[in-house]
Every structure is written in structure tokens, then in C-alpha cells.
């Protein structure tokens, strides 16, 4: 008998734990994989360490910082800033066929490039930034009103609007076409008002850390226990029935699984999942390990997002694998290490929308070669905006929206959940809660926050209250 | 425990809390949240430390209680009388 059991041993899921364990509580991580870190986790192979999912954390703030979700963050699961070794970004841009943005970590950066190509805007963005100022990303974003509309009442430039909102969407647009204002305010936040940041040695960073605090606790985590099935009695869960088969009680549960996930391991596929429809947008990652650093080659940035037209076209790919028009291009290279203790080789990893169904639908041999396919092509459109890296391409590795679908259980492989969020982390089940990507807080950062946050929530309060 | 020794546990619960404040000055009848960085989960963390430590429960209602330290060793001493210090 446990106090509680969680669902998942990505970020929400740990945080989580380690919240809980540190006040004594009998917590069980059930992890089906045999490694965690669910969406974001990081793998060896042919002698070369990898990440996956993190580019880059967002809502970085220098040491020393007491406000915001970042110092909040390592205050509540008792890190100090030092461990993570943090490293902040060089610089990032934003690149579209007629303009150019540069941005850093310090958004007088951004201000001036926008002085400098949409010189009629430079006043309307100060006014726009102004309005996302309340939006602290502590408290959850609520409010329906269309991000692209607000942003259009400010600034009358529609490139700018359609420049601004692609990193946005990248790096946490769950719903096609479009985001809420308050959840883009969130965003904007996380990436030009405070900023991106890596691990010196990447994600495994975070994700040791958490676990080995997690054990000294006394947390148990348990690999390859996928849950089956929650079991219901009335109006709570009785017990969790593991892949193996084994059952497992608690006095509550913490489902990082998704919405629709947990609600399909209650059985309840019909009337509880159509309140949520699943999110549709998933990714092609690649990544190519280069003879030299990106800088070497003339490529200076730490985050590049391209598209290739004056409109941004965040939505799934209708009719292709694999959407090029747009992506992502990140050079773990491009961050301000101190002592070299960054990559040890070149690297540059590369994003794009991908069509899951499409995807799974591949057989064996057409989906190996459709992977080959789909890195040619993403080079192909990323070297338009960067200079071209593939006579130094060393070692590749890609994956797709089956991949992400296997390790973070997400129905369609949908990175960022599903478009509807279900902000309090409450079930129709008494004592079943949900934590992670379906609770709106976005990012490495905001995935680890909602952790924490429904542990106190949840599990904590309810102690004391008791 | 004696007023002087929940004092010293407050310190030493909140010493973890808040590891990058400076706790030396701060002032018995002034708001902690006045004088150090300490929002609603860090009371939580309060709290939760006292339960853990010696099984007090502070319902939420009563977190009022411990804003500042002189109300907490107010607050705390009938409750932990018969406690040892951890």
C-alpha cells in the first residue's frame, strides 16, 4: 500500500515524486519503459551520447533570480542553482523569407531587431509586450480569446505577427493554426522575456537528478511497469493493474499519461475522452553530428526557426509524412559553456511537423527508408536558412511521430497533448489526478512545475487538511 | 520545546526552504514575506516540515497564524511543549 502511485517517469511524474518523498510520503513511480524521461531522454548509441525532446529549457533566469517559475521550480524540489549547471543561449533568430530576428535572453536584443526591420512596429511590440506582462506563467493561462487575433490588434504587420508566434507554437502550440492569448503569453514569456538554457550535459542532467533525489528519499521507481488498466470502485480508483498483471493500491493516483490516456486506462473510452479530443501535432526530429562545431561552419545560433513563406502554417502535414516548409534547428554547440564542458563534437538537431497516422501506417522496410527520406529533405530546407552542415555529416539518427507515440504514450504521437487542458488536474475519480502535458504549463520547466504544483495540490494539502 | 528552540527550528526549516537567504537579520514581528522571498508553497513547505518533524498538523485555515515568526512561536508553543527538538 502505497500513499501514492504516479503514472510516468517523465518530468511531471518525477517532480512529483520528489515533492511527495520529500515529506515522507510512500510514493511508487510506474514507468513502462525501461528508461525514463518519457518525452524528453537521452540515449548512447555507436559510442555517442543523444538527446531527445529538450532543444533547449525555456524560462531560464540568471542565478540569483528569486521570481518566476525557474527559481520557484529548484526552491520546491530543494536543488540549488549550481547542479544543473546551467548555460545560458548565445543567441536565437527567427527566419523568414523577408525578415530576419535575431533574439537573446535579454529582449532589448529583440526590441532593436525589430527597430531595425519593422521599424512602423517597434512601438505596437513594446505595447504587446506590455499586455503579456501579467501573464507571470505561474499561475495557469486561462481564456479562449485567439492569440493570433491580439497579437493582430497590436501589431499590423501580419509577418511580424505570423515571426512571432512561430516559436511560440513550436515549442508548446498543442492546438493547430492557433493558441489562446493567455497560453501564448505564457510562452512569449518563457522564450523572449526570460530565455533558453541547457544542461552542460544535456537532459540526462535533470533527469539524474531528479532520480537519484527521488531514491534517497525513499521513492521506488519501477521500470518496465506499464499500467494496464486502473480498476475503479465507485467513485475512486481500488487498484492499478500493472502490464504483468500485478496489482498495485494507493490512496491516490498521479496520471502524467495524458487526459485521454488515463481516462482510457479507466475504461472510460467513450463519454469522459470526447470531452478532449486529441492533439493532432507531432514531429520528425533529426540529428546529424558534424566533423566540427556549427560555428565553425558560419552558424552562430543556439536556436534557428525557419519558414520558408510570409505565412506559418502550424498544422498537420494533410498529404505528406513530413512538413519542411517550417522547422526547428537547435546547435547544442551554440550555448555559453565555461570550461569547455559543452558537446564534445558538432551536432545540429532539426524539427519539423510530421503526419502520424501517415507515419504508422508504413511498413517495415518503406518506414526505414522513409526515414532517410524525411532527414534529406528537412536538410534540404534548413540549409536555405543555415549555412549548408552535410559535407560534414558524421552520424545521423532520426525519429518520428511513432517513435514519440512509443515513448511518451501520447495518442497521435502529440508532443505538446491534447489542445483542451484540463487545468486543475481533477478526475470524475475522487482520488485520480493528472499531471504533465495535458495541464497547460509548457516546456521542461512547465512540465516539472505541474508536477509539483498537483503534488501540493493533490497529495500534500489534503494531508495537512486532514 | 521552549519559545527560543521552535525559533531555532523555524530558522533551520526555513535555512532549507529558502538555502539562498540570509536569515541572520531578519525580524520577529515583521512578515516573513516582507523580509524574505516566501510565497504560498513555501508555506506549504513549512507545514509539511512540522508534520514531518514532530507531527504537528496546521490546518490551512490557521496559516494566517505564521506570517511572521513571532506568531508562529505563538502559534507553535502549546502545540510542541512536549516535543523534543529533532
Known amino acids: ?466 | 520545546m521552549t519559545a527560543d528552540e521552535i525559533r531555532d527550528e523555524i530558522l533551520d526549516i526555513l535555512s532549507d526552504i529558502v538555502p539562498d537567504e540570509d536569515l541572520t537579520a531578519l525580524k520577529d514581528d515583521v512578515p516573513f514575506r516582507e523580509q524574505i522571498e516566501l510565497d504560498s508553497m513555501d508555506f506549504l513547505d513549512i507545514v509539511m516540515e512540522l508534520r514531518k518533524r514532530y507531527r504537528v498538523q496546521v490546518p490551512e485555515d490557521d496559516y494566517v497564524e505564521l506570517a511572521t515568526m513571532a506568531g508562529t512561536v505563538t502559534y507553535l508553543e502549546p502545540l510542541l511543549k512536549d516535543a523534543q527538538k529533532a
Open chain 1, 1 to 466: 500500500m502505497y500513499d501514492v502511485l504516479i503514472i510516468g517517469a517523465g518530468m511531471s511524474g518525477l517532480a512529483a515524486g520528489v515533492r511527495l518523498a520529500q515529506f515522507g510520503l510512500r510514493v511508487c513511480i510506474l514507468e513502462r519503459h525501461t528508461t525514463i524521461g518519457g518525452l524528453n531522454s537521452f540515449y548512447r548509441r555507436d559510442g555517442r551520447n543523444y538527446d531527445v525532446g529538450l532543444h533547449a529549457i525555456t524560462n531560464f533566469q540568471p542565478k540569483g533570480s528569486k521570481h518566476g517559475p525557474l527559481p520557484r521550480l529548484l526552491r520546491q524540489l530543494r536543488f540549488s542553482w549550481d547542479e544543473f549547471e546551467w548555460t545560458p543561449q548565445l543567441k536565437s533568430a527567427v527566419v523568414f523569407p523577408a525578415a530576419r530576428l535575431d533574439f537573446s535572453n535579454d529582449l532589448t536584443m529583440l526590441e532593436s531587431e525589430i527597430v531595425r526591420a519593422f521599424p512602423s512596429q517597434a512601438d505596437s511590440f513594446r505595447r504587446l509586450v506590455d499586455a503579456i506582462l501579467p501573464y507571470d506563467g505561474l499561475e495557469q493561462p486561462r481564456g479562449r480569446e485567439s492569440a493570433r487575433a491580439v497579437f493582430a490588434q497590436y501589431i499590423s504587420d501580419p509577418l511580424l505577427v505570423e515571426m512571432l508566434l512561430c516559436p511560440l507554437l513550436y515549442y508548446g502550440g498543442a492546438a493547430e493554426h492557433d493558441t489562446d492569448f493567455a497560453q501564448a503569453s505564457v510562452m512569449f514569456r518563457s522564450i523572449f522575456l526570460e530565455g533558453f538554457a541547457r544542461p552542460a550535459q544535456g537532459v540526462r542532467l535533470i533527469l539524474k537528478l531528479l532520480v537519484r533525489r527521488f531514491k534517497e528519499l525513499g521513492g521506488e521507481l519501477r521500470l518496465r511497469a506499464g499500467v494496464r488498466r486502473i480498476v475503479i470502485a465507485g467513485e475512486e480508483v481500488h487498484h492499478v493493474e500493472l502490464d504483468d498483471g500485478v496489482d498495485l493500491q494507493a490512496n491516490s493516483v498521479l496520471s502524467s499519461a495524458g487526459w485521454c490516456e488515463t481516462m482510457q486506462l479507466c475504461g472510460e473510452q467513450s463519454a469522459l475522452c470526447e470531452q478532449v479530443s486529441p492533439g493532432q501535432l507531432s514531429f520528425v526530429e533529426s540529428i546529424a553530428v558534424l566533423d566540427c562545431p556549427p560555428q565553425a561552419l558560419g552558424h552562430p545560433y543556439s536556436v534557428l526557426f525557419f519558414n520558408d513563406s510570409g505565412r506559418f502554417h502550424w498544422e498537420k502535414p494533410r498529404h505528406e509524412l513530413t512538413d519542411v516548409r517550417s522547422g526547428v534547428v537547435c546547435s547544442p554547440n551554440n550555448f555559453a559553456y565555461v570550461d569547455d564542458n559543452g558537446p564534445k563534437e558538432g551536432m545540429i538537431r532539426m524539427t519539423a511537423l510530421a503526419n502520424f497516422d501517415r507515419w504508422t501506417a508504413l511498413t517495415g522496410g518503406e518506414y526505414e527508408q522513409e526515414k532517410v527520406t524525411a532527414r534529406e529533405a528537412i536538410y534540404a530546407s534548413a540549409v536555405r536558412f543555415v549555412p549548408d552542415f552535410r559535407p560534414h555529416v558524421v552520424a545521423t539518427d532520426t525519429f518520428t511521430p511513432k517513435t514519440i507515440r512509443h515513448f511518451t504514450g501520447h495518442d497521435n504521437g502529440a508532443v505538446y497533448g491534447a489542445p483542451q487542458k484540463r487545468r486543475d488536474g481533477t478526475t470524475h475519480l475522487r482520488n485520480l489526478f493528472v499531471c504533465g502535458s495535458d495541464q497547460g504549463w509548457v516546456g521542461i520547466v512547465g512540465a516539472m512545475m505541474s508536477g509539483v504544483v498537483m503534488a501540493n495540490r493533490h497529495c500534500l494539502q489534503p494531508t495537512v487538511a486532514r
